[in-house]
């Protein structure tokens, strides 16, 4: 027996990105400095980036954009083509990694020949840990009349997993034994957080007592806490910017009701004779008992998430009063 069907389903069909951005520098650029169009960029590689600025100098050449990851306050470079990939772009990205100490490299275009994602995967493989080098493609799709909606496909990326095992690796040759516990603690962290599909988006798991989170501002982030001598795991909210004094205040201010977002009493530390100031959380656990360490896990994502959604959402709306702007 047939049975039919009454409702029509649409074809999608991919939009030539010329018809939309006339131009690199005048029209994509521009269009992906935007907030929300850089936040879904930052989506695909895992990353909270903040704008620098567009068409940095470097030289007699300007990177299209220039980010922070505002994890950790390290910079992005950005470049764009509209086109196959070709020697000349290849060459500009190499010479802004350089000249602006980038850690993170980031290639979009129209497509990726074989010659230049084999490329990038060899600067991967070869170059330091920290340096880190993605090829995207960026495609245009709508369906029927609908407008062109973009999507970013990434062509070529680090391989965290190798990268991780051989970090894990070294830590147990050459490292102290709260190192090796904080290295092999931080991956099964970020391990967790995959699996369980959270929205954080955690960076390269190192060997330092925190692991750090970005809150799509380089005013301030969060960090994850491993205190291994007094058991206890925690997150912080650390300002770190040069006015981290008057955000601090104003935080406080709204203590009451950022307590009960979090769902917990803070402790609150200004800390009047440093640069930073923190809000932090602590839990006793045993840390080096790894039968417990998912149940550790769990609470420093809920805390995370909690700490994301409420001060992401306080940095969003003030942001340019917190720069004093």
């Known amino acids: 027996m047939l049975i039919k069907m009454d ?5 999608i069909e991919q939009v030539d990105l010329r018809s939309i951005w006339t131009s690199e520098s005048r029209d994509f650029t521009p269009w992906l400095a935007q907030e929300e169009n850089l936040a879904e960029l930052g989506a695909t ?7 620098e600025a567009q068409e ?42 350089a000249g602006l100490k980038a850690v993170t490299i980031v290639w979009i275009c129209a497509e990726f020949s074989e010659e230049h994602r084999a490329a990038l995967d060899w600067l991967n ?4 840990e920290s340096v880190r080098f993605f090829g995207l493609e960026i495609k ?21 997993w190798e990268n991780n095992v051989r970090d894990v690796a070294i830590a147990s ?7 090796i516990l904080r290295m092999k603690y931080w991956t099964a962290f970020r391990n967790f957080l995959q699996e369980n599909k959270s929205k954080l988006r955690p960076q390269k798991p190192g060997k330092n007592h925190w692991y750090s989170f970005g809150i799509g501002t380089s005013l301030a982030h969060l960090s994850a806490l ?7 795991i925690g997150v912080e909210l ?30 609150w530390k200004e800390l009047p004779d440093k640069k930073t100031s923190r809000v932090l959380l602590y839990k006793s656990v045993q840390t080096d008992n790894e039968r417990t360490w998912s149940e550790q896990f769990a609470w420093l994502q809920n805390t995370l998430e909690k700490f994301d959604q409420t001060f992401r959402s306080i940095f969003t709306n003030r942001g340019l009063e917190f720069r004093g702007l």
């Open 173 to 179: 040759e050459r490292s102290r034994p709260s190192e």
């Open 7 to 11: 409702k029509k389903l649409g074809r």
């Open 226 to 232: 491993l205190i291994a001598k007094e058991d206890k």
């Open 56 to 97: 940095k100098e470097v030289g007699p050449f300007s990177a299209d954009l220039l980010c922070k990851n505002t994890a950790d306050e390290s910079w992005v470079v950005i470049e764009n083509q509209l086109e196959k990939t070709d020697h000349k772009h290849f060459g500009q990205l190499l010479t802004y990694a």
């Open 238 to 267: 650390c300002i770190n910017s040069d006015n981290a004094k008057f955000i601090y205040g104003e935080l406080f201010k709204q203590k009451n009701e950022i307590e009960v977002k979090t769902g917990a009493a803070l402790e």
């Open 140 to 160: 245009l799709w709508r369906i029927g009349d609908s407008p062109a909606a973009p999507r970013f496909n990434i062509i070529s990326q680090p391989n965290d």
């Open 45 to 51: 590689l895992g990353i909270d980036l903040e704008l």
């Open 125 to 128: 493989q070869m170059t330091v």
